[in-house]
């Protein structure tokens, strides 16, 4: 859910902002664009940076996404990768992500469309383009003052979790080929796959975690760094987007007899919570946080998940099968592309526009209609 209006209003007013709070010293190792695409050389893969500078419509803008997509990072990507390589980067990028993060001691957790997916099958969404986290405000301060700009290796060794479904190679035995076209289209996904993982034997992986200086402010009214941090895939410029979970200030009450202002304890001992992208929780929707596994990886998860999901996207995301050409297969558990996915959704689509479109045009436009 969103800030309440109040307490909305309350965080600007109380909360620090870019203009008005005093400026406090800053650790030495975070500045404005702290990693520019020539410091990065060596790092990245490109001749050329693909990031969209933004310097005039959004000139306080700390991370800038590619000009071609914005889940990519410009300064490691200059096109978008085909779904199933896609896929495999991102399940590498989450099991390096939660494995660093538990052997530095920041505790993070799974959230949004990332959230969603977990609950349907524990997967990545097949649509999905990069993965959101979350961390409290210990976490960010550990982040920002230890480790912003820091590259953590791993070596194919490292991504000791079994193969998913999805990497498994493909057969013309496995899916029942019945024509030319479907085996020569499963053959090439298996090159494609082989090729990935000889690639990771080969390479490794690298990730930056790079840390937004605004960080510090916690201001509501910084909306262009919502995003406090970034664990960067530095071969495909994929990222985890890292955001941080406030605490609210508490609300006081006048007292006549003292002529002070006194702290009202939150209502059932829930402490309000809120991120700078303005989603309002409480301390019981987060805490304590459950252990669990997505994409074979064990990862944290809120502790009132559904309801965090149901208000954020509403009760259809956990009911709806049919999703963007997708059909979620109840035998299979799994999300699969499907041609007459896409048309139902379409359908669908038209027969929710036009009952909206009667309703605002009356029993008139009603009667004109079935007339016509």
Known sequence: ?????????????????????PIEPQPPSLHRRSASFLSLRGLTRLDADFSNAESYSHPTKFFHESTFSNHYDGRFAST???????????????????DTMERIGVRTWLMHGCLLGWWWNGHIMPWDTDIDVM???????????????????????????????????????QHGASTDEEAIAQENTRVSK????????????????EVNPAYTNTSTRDRENVIDARWIDTATGLFIDITTLHTQPPVKQYSHKTHTYHP??????????????????????????RQSTFEGVN???????EELLLDEYGPESLLEKWYRGW????????WVETPEAAGIEEAERARESKERYL??????????????
């Not at 978008?80 to 939660?98: G, I």
């Not at 990862?299 to 998940?305: G, I, L, S």
């Open 194 to 209: 082989r090729m990935l993982h000889e690639d990771l034997a080969a390479h490794g992986k690298k990730y930056l975690l």
């Open 1 to 21: 859910m969103k800030l309440p209006s109040e307490l909305l209003l309350l965080t600007l007013s109380i909360l620090p902002t870019a203009s008005t709070a």
């Open 80 to 98: 978008e990768l085909p779904h199933t390589t896609r896929q495999f980067h991102l399940r590498l990028m989450l099991k390096a992500y939660m």
């Open 135 to 173: 961390v409290d405000e210990g976490g960010i301060v550990e982040l920002g003052s230890w480790w912003n700009m820091s590259v953590h290796a791993f070596r194919a060794s490292d991504f000791d979790f079994p193969l998913m479904p999805s990497d498994v190679p493909a057969t013309v035995s």
């Open 264 to 289: 009202v304890p939150p209502a059932n001992g829930e402490q309000p919570l809120y991120t700078k992208d303005q989603h309002a929780y409480t301390s019981a929707h987060m805490f304590p946080l």
């Open 299 to 305: 990862v944290r998860v809120p502790f009132d998940y």
């Open 327 to 334: 059909r979620f297969d109840e035998e299979a558990h799994a």
């Open 359 to 372: 309703v605002r045009v009356g029993a008139k436009a009603k009667k004109k209609m079935r007339v016509e």
